[in-house]
């Protein structure tokens, strides 16, 4: 298959095209199309002349993955953020519908629906902070433009390369590694091979996926994420203290908000969060990856670091 990857420079987008290109398939990297913060008001309509030249470009393809966006979730800039996770992936759809591409994989982000109790496949969302409404946008205004698209939710991605895996895995191997008791709490991490495995199905199954796909559950507890990483047991915190413990930083953060991805990774880690079955799962794909390339991952970043 002829599948283009739009933002394909980035770690997401550079990941799906080896995967991709590892099946067989022809991959047309395409770089994301830059909107600036000041063309949010007018939105994809004053975009004309980059929908048209992206559009050239797609003409052709059987499928495209949008990895396009900005992945800062401690970013600020509403503006900037919208222009980069909704605006631009909403150019992206535009052009894939204008080219007459019959597939369209938008990647987004779980932190679409923040402290549901549960993730899943459904429309409904909870944005706590300006980059969880940014990526919510883009999932509506991709849809809006590609009916027909499919919105990728995966959640946190890690690799040896990413800020937030070697500053989880440094907490892991110190003192700090703790978990809220009983430790055993489903944690929503992702390792960017599946991650890219996953996206490569969603653009070459023979299948129609639906709406909405979340990455299925790797099999990792909150427990487990430390001690792999760390190669040591955490510390089981009493669950009152560490929920109290949150309930602060998320006081803290309301007042800084710089803190807010912060706060939000903390309780991810400590809590974890449950979620749905996938129609990956159902629909046959299997992880490539299993919990020893985690202890791999932490060797690693403990290799590098020494």
């Not at 002829?2 to 933002?7: D, E, H, L």
């Not at 849809?143 to 907490?171: C, G, K, M, N, W």
Request: overall charge positive; some cysteine; hydrophobic content about 40%.
């Amino acid at each position: 298959m002829r599948i283009a990857v739009v933002g394909a420079s980035g770690f997401v987008g550079g990941a799906v095209c080896e995967s991709l290109t590892a099946q067989g398939h022809e991959v047309v990297a395409i770089r994301a199309p830059r909107v600036a913060a000041g063309d949010v008001a007018g939105g994809v309509d004053r975009q004309n002349s980059v929908v048209e030249a992206l559009s050239a470009d797609l003409l052709g393809v059987t499928a495209v993955v949008n990895c396009s966006g900005n992945p800062d979730a401690s970013e600020l800039n509403s503006d900037a953020l919208l222009a980069a996770n909704a605006v631009s992936p909403a150019v992206v759809a535009r052009a894939a519908r204008n080219a007459g591409v019959m597939r369209l994989v938008h990647v987004s982000s779980a932190v679409v629906q923040g402290r549901r109790p549960s993730l899943d496949e459904s429309e409904e969302t909870e944005e706590f902070s300006s980059y969880a409404y940014s990526k919510a946008e883009g999932e509506r205004r991709v849809r809006h433009e590609f009916p027909q698209a499919t919105v990728y939710r995966p959640p946190s991605v890690h690799a040896a390369s990413r800020r937030v895996t070697t500053l989880t895995a440094r907490i892991a191997s110190s003192p700090l590694a703790t978990v809220a008791a009983p430790g055993d709490q489903p944690s929503p991490q992702a390792l960017i091979g599946n991650v890219a495995s996953a996206i490569a199905f969603l653009a070459t199954t023979d299948k129609t996926p639906p709406a909405i796909v979340i990455h299925p559950w790797e099999g990792l507890t909150s427990f487990d994420v430390m001690a792999l990483l760390g190669d040591k047991r955490p510390r089981l915190l009493p669950r009152r203290l560490a929920r109290g413990l949150c309930r602060t930083l998320e006081v803290v953060s309301s007042r800084v908000p710089t803190l807010a991805a912060n706060t939000r990774r903390v309780e991810m880690l400590w809590f974890g969060q449950a979620q749905a079955d996938s129609w990956l799962t159902s629909s046959g794909w299997i992880p490539l990856h299993g919990k020893e390339s985690w202890r791999e991952l932490g060797a690693e970043i403990r290799r590098g670091r020494r």
